[in-house]
């Protein structure tokens, strides 16, 4: 008997018995407490990984720095550049990776070490929202405890 019990449970799924959609009914109090916490949670430091493709002292390094920004910006607009000066150099990191491996990844994949041949990954800190790719939230509405009020 268990023999066939368990030849129709591994048949039941072939059949199509099993395939359907699923409609999620919630709260819409659960999207308000998505959105809150997100907000809370965006200036929180995580250490992480960039890769450093510009590092320059002296005079010009501020203008090099974000002309080397635009062009990365130019190449690859949909990663995020940030200049840094950490006395006394200018500094272009690019990219949010959680892990060195994921950094490594990234700059053998898109090829910054042929474009920038003195491309290395580099420790540092990373805000939340940075890491998770989060799109800067417009609260056009929200709910309270009984209505939607926008």
Avoid: W
């Amino acid at each position: 008997m268990r023999k066939i019990t368990l030849i129709f449970l591994c048949i039941l799924p072939l059949l199509g018995f099993s395939a359907g959609t699923v409609n999620l009914l919630q709260d819409p109090r659960v999207d308000v407490l998505l959105r809150r916490s997100i907000e809370s949670n965006r200036n929180v430091a995580v250490e992480g990984f960039r890769i450093n493709i510009f590092s320059q002292p002296g005079p010009n390094s501020r203008a090099n720095a974000l002309a080397a920004q635009t062009l990365f910006f130019e190449r690859f607009p949909d990663i995020r550049s940030y200049v840094s000066f950490n006395e006394p150099y200018f500094r272009v990191n690019v990219g949010n990776f959680r892990t060195r491996l994921e950094a490594v990844a990234a700059l053998d994949a898109l090829g910054l070490r042929r474009l920038y041949p003195q491309a290395h990954v580099i420790r540092d800190v990373l805000d939340a929202e940075n890491l998770l790719g989060l799109p800067l939230y417009e609260e056009t509405e929200y709910y309270d405890d009984e209505n939607v009020i926008e």
